[in-house]
């Protein structure tokens, strides 16, 4: 288990000091893929290096499986690092060593290092990431992903518990992205893993992370299930990155404060897209709603997000459709009064997307 | 100079004389005296580039303040000194070390201590190419500040140094002329003796023959030795 404690981070610069870092406090439990998003500038990288001391925070502390890394000895942080390892958006391999010899890297740190025990070890990994005919070739003849998946072999080689994404998949086309993530998902739960990723994508989050933190400005602005954050965003930076169409401001919203008739759905995991809901809902119960706007995202396989849907008629209707769609598993009914005026602000900004189509 | 006068036929029969007798060996000395000139100027130049790069202020294993101004005091200071004010400056620690401050040999001395600040900072400027998102990547592996040079920033900048000490041989191989003015030995003393004070210009043309490809030698295997060890291109 990972607690970062009270993390404060404040940087001295030519024109005075920056709080990269304010007061982070957040658990990290063995086994997690724990989600760090915020946009470039909120202190990500920061707090990442402050997992394993490459940066020391100005205040607070790391706890890691209770034991303190700020009152370590660079000498004992060194053994840390090897059971806390790390990769990088750049891959930061050593351009004038094969690939067997990248993997070999970390284990050549090691006091007890045997060359033919570490070469087996680097073979078993070049396996593990999927590129065993690689251990000659030189990283400027890999591809990206390629390079990425010996960086996670090399990452891997001193055996550790906790891997570190630094925006590992930034630098990576949407399908190498999404196959470097299924590796790293597969390394969790084959390894029993904790990983700790870092990014400004919320899909990377979506795609693997169980739990996950906002950052924003150097402080965590919300944090959670990835479900229930991706559910219902409560902080603004949240909304923004879970919903990126709203940044733009292009929030016409409001354009009927007047239809009071609505319901705002929300999804909690359904299997709501093998199941037409509102049809079903005109059917069985004769209400027409009409989709005002949408927003879904499948994680795991499964329906997250909100629908706001417009009521036509009277009350009647409107308690017939709420009593309907309460029925439902896996899915909430809010009327639309009940949330924060500016959650529906934003919330209404979003025009549908596909998969709200569907339903 | 005269050309009408320096290229008759018998003062090349004479030269092509000269060239017969005496190029081979002193080609050979010059060679000599580069190569080792060169040899002892990395093996003092290299640790103090590293000692430069890692000891600085953000390097990845600060010294102390003055110790660091001092070195670069010293370095600065050889650099400036004119090479051939330099060769009798160090007379006495080339008595020292050869026992004579004339001949072949003793001109390695002077080479060595006028190269291995220049070679210090050659090496600086290579260790100093290597990314420092691959120094952190080492660093977040746990390596020690010495490990981190040893396995990561000198095997990455190998083509850069094999560069950086091409050009020094051909810089030393340029400096043994001069030392050829005071009493070291090589196809450069041969130019100023005899192809220069004598006025056998016809054997100082030779000579700088000699050095052009002498440097387009060195020139050639460091350029090939570096790219034959830079991994980053593809083949």
């Known amino acids: ?359 | 100079m005269n050309f009408a006068t320096a290229f008759t036929p018998e003062k090349l029969q004479e030269a092509w004389e000269i060239i017969q007798r005496d190029f081979l060996r002193e080609t050979w000395a010059t060679v000599y005296v580069t190569v080792l000139a060169t040899l002892f100027a990395i093996i003092i130049g290299l640790p103090l580039g590293c000692i430069l790069v890692m000891g600085d202020a953000k390097g990845i294993r600060p010294l102390p303040a003055w110790l660091m101004k001092t070195l670069n005091v010293i370095i600065n200071f050889l650099r400036s000194v004119p090479f051939l004010i330099l060769i009798v400056m160090v007379i006495p620690l080339t008595r020292l070390i050869v026992g004579t401050s004339v001949g072949t040999v003793a001109s390695i001395v002077p080479l060595v201590v006028a190269a291995f600040p220049f070679v210090a900072r050659l090496v600086e400027g290579s260790l100093r190419e290597v990314s420092p998102n691959v120094i952190e990547t080492a660093q977040s592996m746990g390596a020690t500040p010495m490990q981190i040079l040893l396995h990561v920033m000198l095997p990455e900048s190998v083509p850069s140094l094999i560069t950086n000490f091409t050009l020094a041989i051909t810089t030393i191989l340029g400096y043994t002329a001069m030392s050829g003015a005071i009493g070291g030995g090589g196809i450069g003393k041969t130019a100023i003796t005899i192809g220069y004070q004598r006025y056998r210009y016809a054997v100082l043309y030779a000579c700088v023959i000699v050095l052009v490809i002498l440097v387009q030698l060195f020139q050639s295997i460091g350029t090939w030795l570096a790219r034959k060890a830079d991994k980053r291109l593809k083949q």
């Open chain 1, 1 to 359: 288990m990972i607690e970062l404690k009270n993390i404060s981070k404040s940087f001295v610069t030519s024109s005075g000091a920056v709080d990269a870092l304010r007061n982070v406090t957040l658990t990290i439990r063995d086994g997690d893929i724990y989600g760090i998003i915020g946009m470039s500038g909120a202190g990500k990288s920061t707090l990442v290096r402050c997992i394993n001391m490459l940066e020391r925070p100005t205040t607070g502390d790391v706890l890691l499986d209770g034991r303190s890394l700020v009152s370590m000895s660079e000498r004992e942080l060194r053994e840390v690092r090897r059971k806390v390892t790390m990769i990088f958006q750049g891959f930061n391999l050593l351009m004038q060593r094969n690939c067997l010899q990248n993997i070999m890297l970390p284990l050549m740190l090691q006091k007890d290092y045997q060359k033919d025990k570490a070469k087996a070890r680097a073979e078993e990994l070049l396996n593990v990431v999927g590129l065993p005919d690689k251990a000659k070739a030189y990283p400027a003849q890999l591809s990206g992903g390629q390079q990425q998946r010996i960086a996670i072999a090399r990452a891997l080689a001193t055996d550790p518990k906790v891997l570190l994404c630094d925006e590992a998949t930034s630098a990576l086309d949407p399908k190498t992205t999404h196959q470097i993530l299924e590796l790293i998902r597969e390394i969790n739960q084959r390894l029993g893993l904790t990983v700790i990723v870092i990014t400004h994508q919320m899909s990377v989050v979506q795609e693997i992370c169980n739990r996950v933190a906002i950052l924003e400005n150097g402080s965590v602005v919300e944090e959670g299930d990835v479900a229930q954050v991706f559910t219902d965003p409560q902080a603004f930076a949240t909304q923004t990155l879970v919903y990126p169409e709203m940044a733009d401001g292009s929030a016409s919203l409001v354009a009927d404060k007047t239809a009071t008739q609505r319901i705002r759905l929300i999804f909690n995991g359904s299997e709501a897209a093998s199941q037409p809901l509102l049809a079903q809902m005109a059917i069985d119960c004769g209400v027409l709603a009409s989709v005002h706007n949408a927003s879904m995202r499948t994680v795991g396989g499964r329906m997250y997000g909100y629908m706001l849907i417009e009521i036509p008629g009277g009350p009647e209707e409107m308690s017939r459709a709420v009593s309907y769609l309460r029925k439902q598993p896996l899915v909430s009914v809010q009327t639309v009064g009940r949330y924060p005026a500016q959650g529906e602000a934003a919330a209404s900004a979003a025009p549908s997307s596909e998969e709200g189509g569907a339903l």
